[in-house]
């Protein structure tokens, strides 16, 4: 029997508000545990929330870049369960009426393009954090993250293959970072997935029992969690057993997925209104104010790259990965008047090589745009050839100075003068008359060792179109 896999996301993302979303509580990452959990956030009698407007605006925003249904009319529950990291017995979330409703996202998938349908996004706030580490059998909870605000993000199930689910999360964590909703790391719990996964008869339309795979921060550890959790029913179900809806764990040592606790059809949350929260009115005149804040998407901007700057698919994937990888690459364009595609091969090549070596994003580069705009000048120029300009780098990438002071200070000007290149031709062909030999008979392979050894003589700093050029009238 041929097996099909639904698969549905949800995707918890942090929004980058500096206060939590009831409470004017700090959302800053890595201070000591307990020390930004206010009495909102702990829910101590007499106490009120009263709602970020920052996190309304960035659901909305995205709302927009997905083109979903903005709710003109939403409203906060209170879903009532307990856990030892949530302090108020309930959470703060939306239910029955989100503040995004049905949008959509295109993924590719080995060039075949798919529409995934958006089911909801919701506010709500996060939970504690439990730690078992250190506390000899003992639980530590840590309540600084408990009120930050999460936009709960839930897809239809219109994936088939773990492969579509992580183009699906990717294209998302690509977005909520573009929009600057999320930094998106994942390290930190930012941006986190919970799987609902089940298989079914192809062909069948009935949906099979689904397993949800709870918390999961990487993006390979989705698809490995996915896959083992295809191949476990299928099993399962061929062996004559049955699948039973539960949520599962993802085990990243033992690549398996193990059950946590069954999960009925419904639980019950017992949700009710937030009697302390007003409804949330979004009108005509705050979506058009923040959709006048849109930045460019990250689909324009890939179609843009190519129609701007004639640049391939794969350099384009690169460049526009990252907003602030994009504005650089575009900054160097403008400043250093140079052609696109050498400016592209330079940033997705010797910039992004040092970027990754040294464990950098690109907003901590140490070489400025205006500093590799200076450089590449001096390429296009032909102060210096292309070899030396990665010499260049280096010094830059180690130091503050500038592509002309180091070019300077080192001497490493081009040499242009033809008269002296062509003495140092005219030596070096004297010198080898096996090799003109071999070339004037037709091995052009022993072209190459002529250049090498007038760069060799000329200290790389002669011009290697001049070089080539010379060197072929003269072994004619």
């Known amino acids: 029997m041929e097996w099909e896999a639904v698969i549905g996301l949800e995707i918890h993302t942090q929004l980058a508000t500096k206060s939590k979303i009831f409470s004017g509580a700090s959302t800053a990452y890595g201070a000591e545990p307990n020390t930004q959990a206010c009495a909102v956030d702990l829910g101590l009698p007499g106490v009120l929330p009263v709602l970020n407007e920052e996190a309304v605006r960035m659901a909305v925003l995205f709302g927009l870049a997905i083109e979903a249904e903005v709710a003109p009319y939403s409203v906060f529950a209170r879903k009532n369960y307990f ?101 998106g790391n994942m390290q930190e719990g930012s941006f986190r997935c919970d799987a609902n996964v089940s298989v079914r008869p192809k062909g069948q339309q009935a949906f099979g029992t689904r397993a949800e795979i709870k918390n999961i921060n990487s993006f390979r550890f989705v698809e490995k969690a996915i896959n083992y959790e295809i191949e476990r029913q299928i099993d399962l179900i061929e062996s004559g057993g049955e699948v039973v809806q539960e949520t599962r764990l993802y085990d990243a040592d033992k690549d398996q997925t193990r059950s946590m606790r069954s999960k009925e059809e419904a639980n019950d949350y017992r949700y009710f209104p937030d009697p302390d929260l007003l409804p949330v009115v979004v009108d005509e005149a705050f979506k ?43 900054a160097v364009v403008k400043e250093s008047a140079c052609e696109a595609r050498i400016c592209a091969n330079w940033v997705t090549g010797d910039l992004s090589a040092a970027l990754n070596r040294s464990g950098l994003e690109i907003t901590d580069s140490p070489v400025s745009h205006e500093r590799l705009a200076g450089l590449l000048a001096r390429i296009s120029d032909n102060t210096i050839s292309g070899k030396i300009a990665k010499q260049v780098f280096e010094e830059m990438w180690q130091g ?67 070089v080539n050029k010379m060197l072929k009238d003269k072994l004619k």
């Open 288 to 330: 058009a104010q923040v959709k006048a804040t849109m930045p460019e998407l990250p689909d324009a901007k890939k179609q843009r790259f190519k129609d701007q700057y004639g640049l391939d698919d794969e350099s384009t994937a690169i460049l526009t990965s990252s907003r602030p990888l994009a504005d650089y690459f575009e």
């Open 400 to 466: 503050t100075a500038s592509a002309d002071e180091i070019i300077e200070a080192k001497g490493l000007k081009q040499i242009t003068d033809t008269g002296a290149i062509e003495a140092i031709i005219d030596k070096i062909i004297a010198n080898n008359p096996e090799q003109v030999e071999q070339y004037r008979s037709g091995k052009d392979k022993v072209f190459g060792f002529f250049v090498g050894q007038v760069m060799k003589e000329m200290q790389g700093k002669a011009n290697p179109g001049e």
């Open 83 to 183: 856990y030892p990291d949530l302090p108020k017995g309930y959470q703060i979330s939306q239910f029955e009426l989100p503040i995004v409703g049905l949008g959509h996202l295109d993924i590719d998938v080995d060039g075949v393009k798919k529409r995934v349908g958006v089911t909801r996004a919701h506010l709500e706030e996060d939970a504690g954090k439990s730690l078992h580490e250190d506390f000899h059998g003992l639980t530590g909870i840590d309540l600084n993250r408990a009120g930050t605000p999460l936009l709960e993000i839930v897809s239809e199930p219109d994936m088939r293959s773990a492969k579509e689910a992580v183009a699906y999360m990717r294209k998302l964590h690509e977005l909520v970072r573009y929009l600057g909703i999320c930094d």
